[in-house]
């Protein structure tokens, strides 16, 4: 049972918004042609889903799985590739705090700044933001 609320989109006020989602790193030269790689989940402070653009595919049903959700992007966006070719990472929010999850090829503080602006995660929107670098072979690419 998926105990997350859901609001409608007109109840978000666009300044205050906070997101989790899942995101990739392409173009490491224009940070701004990423944007269509983040899929964000507006919520609140404490990890409630107030709306979604997509389905829900993660295994507990309140963010996105990298694999089906790259699987659903425009052939266009994916280019063929697999959806562990590019570097990734996910932003996951629970009282108060947003811990942003990223491939270890994701640590330099221009990008951790554009994950951080695309999520809308900054003092005002949360208590804590961490940054955790996954060494792991969960986040590993196709490019380490």
Not at 68 to 86: C, E, F, I, R, V
Not at 136 to 141: C, K, Q
Request: aromatic fraction near 12%; charged fraction near 25%.
């Amino acid at each position: 049972m998926n105990n997350k609320k859901i609001v409608p989109d007109a109840v978000c006020v666009a300044s205050s918004a906070l997101y989790k989602g899942i995101f990739w790193i392409v173009d490491w030269k224009q940070l701004e042609n990423n944007a269509p790689y983040f899929l964000k989940i507006a919520t609140d402070r404490y990890g409630f889903v107030l709306s979604s653009d997509h389905e829900l595919t993660s295994k507990k049903g309140d963010n996105y799985n990298h694999r089906l959700s790259w699987a659903s992007l425009p052939h266009q966006l994916t280019d063929g590739k697999a959806y562990n070719y590019y570097p990734r990472g996910r932003v996951e929010i629970r009282n108060d705090e947003a811990r942003i999850f990223i491939n270890p090829l994701l640590n330099e503080d221009e990008i951790i700044n554009y994950i951080r602006e695309q999520f809308n995660l900054n003092g005002k929107t949360i208590g804590k933001i961490r940054i955790l670098i996954d060494h792991s072979s969960h986040y590993r690419s196709g490019q380490n």
